[in-house]
């Protein structure tokens, strides 16, 4: 039976703790950047990565600390993204399992240029006019939803949803060309 | 979009894949806003099946979606416009453990926004809000739901392990806001038609605001004011000016400042906050009522009922002992693992032995919909209790004083060890470790803890202080009208965090208050006794007042209250047409 680290010793608990900490803490952001490209509703992806930090935990004993956690962990969050998808399974809007296991694989092959991208990104957003900038900070800063800042706005939601639509695009062939002016990606 | 295995006669020019590349970044757009319907689903799967190069695009758009809650911008690493952001502010107290007599240390002051792992995690995971609908809802638009996510009101089956229930439950409708071009800025959209809102703060600018009510009152912010609409029959003003017209007469409509409420009685009145202190309350029709808070919880148990204890019936029929509150004589199950002992105040307190049956589950005081029911509060809030504390503090043990789970609008008092595990909830950032954390939902930010570090540093308590084996009083405060959310421990200030005024609190719902428990989890370990709610906040000296009393063992207020028909609120004045009256909107006396 695989042995729990919460069930440990004191002392071996804490430094186990620790240590899983001191790993989870590096590698937190790419994994939760993960989960999200693949379960884009907040609430969803904070469900799943709550469900896998708990088994990264759990399971912790029996990684080998001599090996890379990254790659461990994305693997955890790639099976609980699928058994989250699987629950979904009985709503028409959702997509194959198949595609969801394809996404999956794929993200899992990005997840190392998750990095770079994000440093891409708070570069691309510093160049943006305030407006959107404060767009930025109520819509994914505060989790305002498209309704309250339109009523903040005086704008329609559907105008919210286009700034929205037409900043991200920008956003992205911005990143897009600071990582190939960096060599990252191929032009 | 381009499909590798077509022959190179078919292949798309750049003028075909422009057009497929910016569907494809159209329909993700859309997947990503929850606003895909089932046509598009199908489209946007075919193309994501067949090309990997559209996989691609997909992954770099989802995850630069997600990537945009991390930036500097997002999460208020930057300058941004005044009176936006949160700010932590020092706690000049003192730290006396009245129970321990530990020596008082100074309070240091808060560092803020430190750029840690756990801040740039909280933020990501704070990301889009639009993310809602999406895969599993229906196709219908989400502009057709105010502000909120239709999800049905069911008990949570798919709670995670860490069990937080992120549902967005449907919330209370308080106003329609008429678009008259009053309120229209530079806009370079077309300005909207009427809009119905949801509790939450109106600003209005130099031209004022007009709504109408879910009640009926046609409401008016006069010039720049600051109006809190907390429900169809009531608002709070907070700074400025505003009228209001009850045209059915079966109908009422408040105003509260602070701890004043001005309710019509048929009439049109208006309402004016001259300075920080003082209200201004002129009827131009009809009469008004001006009344002062009852500053006496909405719901206290006692458990002093040890002797009465008698049986009952849960919502599963089950036979539980049963208590009541003090105030509303609302029934409250305990659980079978539950034991009645000696109170700390009183004759009796209730024994929480860590195991899934230590509950104490209150019957009653829910609402349909998010915003309602006797549970709820918007203004102000406070959770009072006395407890004797044997949490183990160990990574992932929750210990919970009082929850109400009403999706992300829970309302929580509880002890919290997860590290960073749930660090995006944190307000303001804190250290990983174990800490009480008092959870809200404030109207325009989400759900949000202040974890108070149980680290005996900066005149916080640490762990073996709250676990000594002693009681202690725990109160938990939000007041909207200062925005100061905060947490005292034996009588005295401990930890806070400032909100911009105006704040509103989003609660209440359709879920069971529980004592002691989240839903039959994350059970409290030791005694709580003499548990209080309030729709108010509590004052720093009511505080110190209560906990002097229940060290003498007296109850928080003195003689019991015992109102099971308790009004809120109590009448001072009666105001007549024509007549303008000021008063202090904090003690209600005149202050002409």
Redesign the interface.
């Known amino acids: 039976m695989t042995p729990d680290p ?1 069930t440990r010793r004191s002392g071996d ?1 804490t430094d186990a ?1 620790e240590e899983f ?1 001191g790993l ?3 590698s ?2 790419r994994v ?2 993960y989960i ?3 379960v ?12 896998t ?2 088994v990264l ?1 759990r399971s912790f004993a029996t990684f080998d600390t001599s090996k890379d956690f990254l790659p461990w962990a994305l693997g955890v969050a790639r099976h609980q993204v699928l058994m989250f ?1 699987r ?2 399974r009985r ?6 399992e ?2 969801i296991a ?2 999956a694989d ?2 899992l092959g ?1 997840a190392a240029m ?1 990095t770079d ?2 440093r891409a ?2 570069a691309c ?2 160049g943006l006019p305030p407006r959107q ?2 767009l ?2 109520m ?10 800042i ?2 903040s ?7 919210v ?1 286009k700034a ?2 037409v900043m ?2 920008s ?2 062939e911005c ?2 060309r600071r990582l190939a002016t960096e060599g990252l990606v191929p032009e | 979009m381009h499909d590798q295995n077509m022959p190179n006669d078919d292949q798309p020019n750049d003028d075909q894949y422009r057009d497929a590349h910016e569907r494809l970044l159209s329909l993700t757009a859309d997947f990503l806003h929850g606003t895909l319907g089932p046509a598009e689903t199908a489209e946007l799967e075919s193309l994501l099946v067949t090309d990997p190069i559209a996989r691609q695009a997909f992954l770099d758009a989802s995850l630069l979606h997600a990537q945009l809650a991390a930036t500097p911008v997002a999460l208020g690493y930057e300058p941004i416009p005044e009176g936006h952001e949160s700010s932590p502010s020092p706690v000049a107290a003192r730290f006396q453990l009245a129970e321990s007599g530990s020596e008082p240390d100074t309070m240091q002051s808060r560092r803020h926004g430190r750029k840690n792992n756990a801040a740039l995690a909280a933020g990501l995971l704070l990301a889009a809000a639009c993310l809602t609908l999406i895969l599993t809802e229906s196709a219908v638009p989400r502009r057709a739901v105010p502000d909120r996510l239709a999800v049905p009101a069911v008990a949570p089956t798919e709670l995670n392990e860490l069990h937080y229930d992120n549902r967005q439950l449907p919330i209370t409708t308080v106003a329609v806001l008429h678009d008259d071009g009053s309120q229209a800025d530079a806009a370079d959209t077309p300005a909207t038609a009427d809009r119905t809102i949801t509790p939450s703060t109106l600003e209005s600018t130099a031209t004022g605001m007009r709504l109408t009510s879910s009640d009926g009152a046609d409401v008016q912010l006069e010039g720049s004011s600051r109006f809190g609409f907390a429900s169809g029959d009531s608002g709070a003003l907070y700074s400025g000016s505003v009228r209001a017209r009850v045209k059915d007469p079966s109908k009422t409509f408040s105003v509260v400042t602070s701890n004043l409420r001005v309710v019509d009685l048929g009439t049109e009145f208006r309402v004016s906050q001259l300075d920080a202190a003082r209200v201004a309350v002129t009827v131009l029709d009809g009469d008004v009522e001006v009344q002062s808070r009852v500053r006496l919880p909405v719901c206290y148990w006692p458990f002093d009922d040890r002797d009465k204890s008698r049986r009952g019936t849960d919502h599963r029929g089950m036979d539980q002992r049963v208590t009541t509150d003090a105030m509303q004589s609302m029934p409250t199950a305990l659980g079978d693992a539950l034991q009645r002992c000696d109170g700390i105040v009183g004759q009796g307190a209730v024994r929480f032995d860590n195991s899934a049956g230590s509950f104490a589950r209150v019957q009653g005081g829910t609402s349909e919909k998010v915003g309602l029911g006797t549970l709820s509060a918007a203004e102000g809030i406070s959770i009072e209790a006395l407890i004797i504390s044997r949490w183990s503090a160990a990574f992932l043990d929750y210990d919970e004083i009082y929850r109400k789970e009403d999706g992300n609008c829970r309302v929580l008092l509880c002890f919290q060890n997860d590290g960073m595990v749930n660090a995006r909830y944190s307000e303001p950032n804190v250290a990983p470790g174990p800490c009480l954390s008092f959870g809200l939902h404030l109207a325009g930010r989400d759900y949000k803890e202040l974890d108070m570090p149980l680290d005996g540093r900066a005149g916080r308590p640490a762990v073996a202080d709250l676990t000594d084996g002693r009681p202690h009083h725990v109160v938990a405060t939000f007041d909207s009208f200062t925005g100061r959310k905060a947490i005292f421990i034996d009588g005295t200030l401990r930890f806070e965090h400032a909100y911009p005024e105006g704040t509103l609190i989003v609660s209440g719902g359709p879920e069971p208050a529980f004592i002691g428990s989240m839903t039959g989890r994350e059970n409290f370990h030791g005694v709580i006794d003499e548990l209080a709610l309030y729709d108010f906040a509590l004052t720093a000296d009511e505080i110190a007042e209560h906990h002097t009393r229940a060290r003498r063992g007296e109850t928080y207020f003195g003689p019991r209250p015992t109102r099971p028909d308790s009004a809120r609120w109590q009448a001072i004045t009666r105001i007549t047409e024509g007549q303008t009256r000021i008063f202090n909107s904090r003690t209600g006396l005149a202050a002409e």
């Open positions: 919460a608990r703790y900490l989870f803490s590096r937190q952001s939760q950047a999200r490209s693949l884009p509703d907040a609430a969803h992806a904070d469900d799943v990565f709550q469900a930090s708990l935990w998808w629950t979904k709503d028409r809007h959702v997509f194959s198949a595609l394809t996404l794929d993200a990005r998750a991208r994000q990104l708070d957003v510093e900038r404060e930025i900070r819509f994914y800063g505060e989790n305002q939803s498209a309704d309250t339109a009523a706005w005086d704008r329609t939601v559907h105008a949803y929205l639509k991200r695009k956003l992205l990143v897009e």
